[in-house]
């Protein structure tokens, strides 16, 4: 089991930036590819981005290519999520989630075993 919980969600401003945390516990971090995902509401939660195991490899969404980048530390078990300009359309409930891959590229269509409980992000106008 991997237990994953966010923090670093709250109210911005648009053009403003914030930075997700995600701290796992449980299982070897280093092992497993990581994404984030948001849902607002009325919408599907989709894959905002993701990192392999190694933080070599990274896919992001069309929607925040430029804006938000994803890294992490597996030294404390952490993967990260800055984003920047953000807009009022980037509100929403924001989760990380892992899933074991055993290659080297993540996959933007993945299957995520281990979830986290989400933090809201609301961006005014």
């Known amino acids: 089991q991997v237990q994953l919980v966010e923090s670093g969600g709250g109210l911005v401003q648009a053009g403003g930036s914030l930075r997700l945390s995600c701290a796992a516990s449980g299982r070897t971090f280093s092992l497993y590819d990581m994404g984030w995902f948001r849902q607002a509401p009325g919408k599907q939660r989709e894959l905002v981005s993701a990192i392999n195991y190694n933080g070599g490899s990274t896919v992001y969404a069309d929607t925040v290519k430029g804006r938000f980048t994803i890294s992490r530390d597996n030294t404390k078990s952490t993967v990260y999520l800055q984003m920047n300009s953000l807009k009022p359309e980037d509100t929403a409930v924001y989760y990380c989630?892992?899933?074991?891959?055993?290659?080297?590229?993540?996959?933007?269509?993945?299957?995520?075993?281990?979830w986290g409980q989400g933090t809201q992000v609301t961006v005014s106008s």
């Open positions: 989630a892992a899933y074991y891959n055993g290659g080297y590229y993540v996959s933007p269509k993945a299957t995520y075993d281990y």
